[in-house]
């Protein structure tokens, strides 16, 4: 069947909605089934962790093509299937929801006090979303699981979430639903013209040169969204700040690769002659988003709203990345979105322990903290650093392989793209020294504790994580340099094809 | 003479007579026995209908083929679930009275015979017998003012779009000379062979029938009626009547005027357009639940018949898909705004849903799952509803339909969302009155094919294929 034997893919997939059954079935007084709801959720996200550990250890970092591959008919005179598998690409996205779960559930024990039963389903309903999404092998199976995030997501903010909560979680749905609307569109297209919605076959297939910038705007109003890019980010600091802490931490770690999971896996290998056509334009707007939004963030007042700004930032990095088309620079993106999965989920849970303590992200609340809250004050910086792209931390490698595959392709995007780190350190060491530095001001600052074993476990995971992508990155560009580098020839050969077909039209 | 085709209807018609007599004679309430009575017809007339002979019989008159099997089965699943509602909703009410559940029968009755009408005036007897019935239901809480206005005004413009049909009819038979649809189909090979005459009758016939599936701009009465009468008749009404309306104009378009594309293609695709743009801007201003259903069915309308507008057997298919999975979801709603009551009478504003998910966690999860499939959300069955229509827009190049479609229903997903957000982030109001068995049943059943429905999609749609190759050929 595939390499472990047994539909691991599936077991991942849909184990965590089984544990939401569970919980739904747990019966007695508020207190029991809370309590009940939080470890049933966190051991299936534990077991769920682990058998994605066993994926880990199978998977073959030599074979560029698809693992673990499963199939079954749904629709068979359609040609839809239910078709699960992963590669290099996919395969450590995966990974990073369900690490990410856990993490959330723990981060949750104690700030979600209303409701716990239901935020416990809502998560693993969502859990069970991304990691379909990641490893659906079927437009169709990938566009459900892509839309399907949004119903678990939207009840996370509007329920659990801040005093806009309402707006924000509309917000959110509204946006994201309308790109996803139009990449529906493109898709049945697709699916006309190839006759069927495999993902590898429709890697293989040549969609004509005008098709192409058709497909290729429809997916851009959808991924463009998630990603998020500029113009069209305004959701996501509203969806940010509004979120529980588990929430942003999920928005930031997962839902915003999404868009550029999309991008690699269909707009590039799928429509090459539009992605070169318009890569011009992705930069165009890449490098804006990169700067606006780095200014932006110097401005914010509210801690949640900064980093939310820097995540837009930091994903315009990985979209200049994908769109050099060279190893590097595709490579550099790809690490650029699981460093800032790490790392951006980890200054959201750095924000949220604060949060629990004081109850407000207003920057101005805080200062002098280090004094009482050493250890804080060490994770805090490790992060920042990580952030702003500190050598021997996960973020550093990620922007440096993406500045060297720019310059390969535009001096000035490079340029500019580089000048956006100048400003992100700018705008985290501003943040860091407003809240940890200074003097204590306030009273029910003084007696602030320190982290919690429980905060200790949420955190330690991270930080191992962090040093480690960042010291040793081979070890998880290694799982791709084999996708990608089939990726690019692949692209390379389609616009040369093209090239040639123009040529005997000529 | 082939009579045994007719048999459902006929033995659907023989007991719907037998529960009058029995009600009549007998001196008691006996409305429960009569519904039950009723519900057993139903399911009889299903049986029948699933292993009945196919063909065509009374001289080319009436057809029982796949097409006609589809939707009656539909029709009578939705009517017999519409009448477990309404049981202990009138009872409550104080119109439990037996009439309803035989009125109920007699309408089914009707639109069996409008899925299987194979010439204009079957056609027209099934659609007035249909009609007749539905203007006293619509009228059957007597005492209530809204109610009486609700039976009215169907009435009178129900009366004129039949009228409009009806001349329609009269065009078609005077230009052509016969009402049969295979000779009518026969002779109009080419839109050539159609003379203007006809091709008038032809959109007076399609303006009868627009008001009967309430397209935009024949869907003034729609909002009222549905406010207005007995909500288990607004469910009946959203459901039943609307299947056969609509099977009817798959059938009358699709059969005798299939080769006349060109000709009605564009009328279609502009009634679709503006249904659903309507059916998603004029439903965000309700406050009423009874009237922002009215709305999104005149909206889901819309993207049934751009299945229609494309005119090929996918699109059929889309069609019939997406009203069974429309009927579904509908009565499931209507199951849920049934149980709104408190202290013994019905609300029905959406307000009165806030917090529903704290007073009540399985009806508000129940709701959640027909409002996110109403706004066509994956995993739920109204995305394949969706999917299969758009599917065939964009096979039929009707790009402008397939994106109007795709945007209103992201401005009907506001709406959508909104009754979750009442229900799941607002402040609890006051907890509804506990649930009847039945409701509970009927809102769980289509509650679970409307979130299951993705698991197996393959018979309802290999069913809606078959049918659907029926009538485009």
Known sequence: ?506 | MNWILALPEIVLACIGMAILVFGVLRKQDETQLCTMFTIGGFLIAGLLVISGAGGSGYHGQFVADSFAAFNKILILIGGALTAVLALDWNRKEGIGRFEFPVLMLFATVGMMIMTSSSNLMTMYLGLELQSLALYVLAAFARDDVRSSEAGLKYFVLSSLASGLLLYGVSLVYGFSGTMDFNQLSAMLTAPSDASPGLIVGVVFVLVGLAFKVSAVPFHMWTPDVYEGAPTPVTVFFASAPKVAAMALLLRVMATPFGHLLVSWQSLIVIMAICSMVLGALAAIGQTNIKRLMAYSSIGHMGYALAGLAVGTSEGVRGVLVYMAIYAAMTIGTFGCILAMRRQGKSVEKISDLSGLSSNDPALALALAVFMFSLAGIPLMSGFFAKLYIFLAAVQGGLWTLAVVGVLTSVVGAFYYIRIIKVMYFDQPGEAFDPRPAGLSVVVAATGLFTAFFFLFPAPVVDAAQVAAKVIFR
């Open chain 1, 1 to 506: 069947m595939n390499a472990a034997g047994f539909p691991i893919l599936s077991l991942i997939t849909w184990l965590p909605l089984l544990g939401g059954l569970v919980i739904l079935s747990v019966r007695g007084d508020e207190a029991t089934v809370a309590s009940n709801a939080r470890w049933t959720a966190l051991w299936t996200s534990l077991i769920v962790l682990v058998l994605s550990l066993v994926l880990w250890v199978k998977f073959d970092p030599t074979d560029g093509g698809f693992q673990f591959v499963e199939s079954l008919a749904w629709l068979p005179q359609y040609k839809v299937g239910y078709k699960m598998g992963v590669d290099g690409i996919s395969v450590l996205f995966v990974l990073l929801s369900t690490v990410l779960t856990p993490l959330c559930i723990l981060a949750s024990w104690e700030s979600i006090q209303t409701r716990v039963r239901e935020f416990m389903i809502s998560f693993l309903i969502l859990e069970t979303m991304m990691v379909g999404m990641f490893c659906a092998l079927d437009f169709i199976v990938f566009y459900m699981f892509f839309e399907a995030v949004l119903i678990p997501m939207y009840l996370i903010i509007g329920v659990w979430g801040g005093p806009r909560r309402v707006y924000a979680a509309v917000k959110f749905f509204l946006y994201t639903l309308t790109g996803s609307v139009l990449m529906l569109l493109a898709l049945l297209a697709m699916w006309l013209y190839a006759g069927t919605t495999d993902i590898p076959t429709l890697m293989e297939t040549k969609f004509p040169a005008g098709m192409q910038t058709w497909l290729f705007l429809a997916f851009l109003a959808s991924f463009a969204v998630k990603v998020p890019m500029w113009p069209v980010h305004t959701w996501l600091p509203d969806a940010h700040v509004e979120a529980p802490t588990a929430g942003s931490v999920i928005l930031a770690g997962v839902l915003l690769k999404m868009g550029g999971y999309g991008f690699l896996r269909f707009s590039i290998p799928m429509l090459p002659d539009a992605s070169a056509y318009f890569a011009p334009f992705m930069f165009t707007m890449s490098v804006i988003a990169v700067i606006y939004t780095s200014l932006v963030a110097l401005a914010q007042e509210d801690m949640k709203k900064l980093i939310a700004y820097s995540s837009v930032a930091h994903m315009g990095i990985v979209t200049i990345g994908m769109f050099t088309f060279n190893e590097q620079g595709i490579q550099g993106a790809l690490f650029q979105m699981l460093s800032h999965g790490v790392v951006s989920a980890a200054l959201f849970l750095v924000v949220g322990v604060v949060y629990d303590r004081i109850h407000s992200r207003e920057i101005a609340r805080y200062g002098g903290l280090a004094d009482r809250m050493p250890a804080y004050a060490f994770v805090f910086m490790l992060f920042t650093m990580a952030s702003v792209g500190l050598p021997g931390t996960a973020g550093f490698v990620g922007e440096f392989l993406v500045i060297v595959g720019a310059l390969q392709v535009n001096f000035w995007v490079a340029m500019l793209g580089g000048a956006g780190m100048i400003l992100g350190a700018a705008y985290m060491l501003y943040l860091y020294r407003r809240v940890m530095f200074g003097r204590i001001t306030r009273d029910d600052l003084l007696h602030i504790m320190d982290l919690s074993p429980r905060e200790w476990a949420v955190f330690a995971p991270l930080i191992v994580l962090t040093m480690w992508m960042g010291i040793y990155p081979s070890s998880f560009t290694g799982f791709w340099d084999a996708s990608v580098a089939a990726m690019v020839k692949h692209h390379l050969a389609a616009l040369e094809s093209t090239v040639k077909l123009a040529g005997i039209a000529h």
